[in-house]
């Protein structure tokens, strides 16, 4: 059975509810969804936030599609982590070329007290002092390590349910989706943002994908922010072979998303880049309203700058100056 301090899992009708919707004609969908964005949020505010991975590679958790887990042999190679001068420096140039939020990833099963814990407050705390939101996704918390990460300003904790209960335990075996509800308690319970979400094209079906927004939605009060992944299919993983995903069922759960989690922004995150131009137009469309610029995401490759500045080309919203090229 699995439940945390928030209601249980969402009803069977609470899924039929939201699936009906995913499967709505495509036009009348993001019609939809394009009419609850216009109500809710400013149709030209695509928000630019900034990826860093600030300690890498080998963890213990075996998530099939990560390619920093130690049991995946991938080309990924464990590292220490960053120091805070360089974390800060890299988010004063993220600042510059115009990107609002600092988001920080560590390869982590859950986080310890001690140094290293010290030291991503004190990036936390840096961060904020810049003016920019900062976010970071550090694997599982206690409800102590969310206080101190609310103390030092943290605005939102970014822990993924990757997709429904139901599919969980062939996305990973070494921690329970149980466990995963437990931190965002955690988060929830300490007043800070909540940056939930998933990844596409692991082998779901749209049930189970329905099912992670229904439980989404059905939180008090719901994220703030909800990133949708496409699986980038990383060679050495155990889902490495995966095809990619039609990008149209992206634009799908951007729009479901949208629909369900009205206030929330919705992240077009990893996996953009297979997207292509025109299907990105059409996740915006749907009410996607963030992406993640720079080179690289943690550790694979994003759409690069040059396509991203073609993109707000096209969309005919200004350049930021990481953009200017
Ligand atoms: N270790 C922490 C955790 O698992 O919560 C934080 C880092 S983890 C890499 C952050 C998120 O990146 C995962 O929850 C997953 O949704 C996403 N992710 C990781 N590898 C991915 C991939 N190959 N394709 C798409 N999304 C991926
Ligand atoms: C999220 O949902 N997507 C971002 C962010 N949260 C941390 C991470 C995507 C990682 C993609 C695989 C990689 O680059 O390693
Ligand atoms: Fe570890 Fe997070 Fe990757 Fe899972 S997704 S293997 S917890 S870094």
């Known amino acids: 059975m699995v439940s945390s301090s928030q209601a249980a899992l969402?009803?069977?009708?609470?899924?039929?509810?939201?699936?009906?919707?995913?499967?709505?004609?495509?036009?009348?969908?993001?019609?939809?969804?394009?009419?609850v964005h216009r109500e809710q949020h400013d149709p030209h505010d695509i928000q630019q936030a900034a990826l860093l991975s600030i300690k890498t590679g080998g963890c213990p958790e075996n998530c099939g599609y990560c390619p920093q887990s130690a049991r995946h042999d991938t080309d990924v190679n464990a590292q220490r982590m960053l120091s805070v001068e360089t974390v800060l420096s890299a988010a004063r140039d993220a600042q510059a070329g115009g990107a609002t939020r600092f988001c920080m990833g560590a390869a982590w099963r859950n986080v310890r007290d001690g140094a290293d814990f010290d030291a991503v407050l004190a990036m936390v705390r840096g961060v904020r002092e810049l003016g920019m939101e900062a976010c970071a996704t550090l694997g599982m918390l206690t409800p102590e390590q969310a206080q101190r990460l609310a103390e030092a300003g943290l605005t939102a904790y970014n822990h993924n349910l990757d997709s429904g209960p139901d599919f969980y335990p062939e996305v990973v075996s070494t921690r329970r989706y149980e466990d995963r509800l437990a931190t965002l308690d955690a988060v929830d319970a300490a007043g800070i943002g909540l940056c939930c979400g998933g990844i596409l094209g692991m082998g779901e079906s749209r049930r189970d994908r329905v099912a992670m927004l229904a439980l989404l939605a059905d939180r008090t009060p719901q994220p703030t922010s909800v990133p949708i992944n496409a699986l980038v299919a990383v060679p050495g993983t155990p889902m490495g072979e995966r095809e990619q995903i039609d990008g149209l069922e992206v634009v799908r759960m951007v729009a479901t998303a949208r629909i369900a989690l009205p206030r929330a922004r919705v992240r077009l995150s990893a996996g953009r880049r297979q997207l292509g131009r025109d299907l990105q137009i059409l996740a915006f469309m749907a009410g996607a309203n963030s992406i993640f610029v720079g080179e690289k995401l943690l550790t694979t490759r994003n759409q690069q700058l040059d396509e991203d500045a073609a993109l707000f080309d096209a969309l005919g919203l200004p350049r930021t100056p990481a953009l200017a090229g």
Do not use: F, G, K
């Open 10 to 35: 969402p009803s069977a009708q609470r899924i039929e509810e939201l699936l009906a919707i995913y499967e709505l004609p495509l036009l009348d969908l993001v019609y939809r969804a394009a009419t």
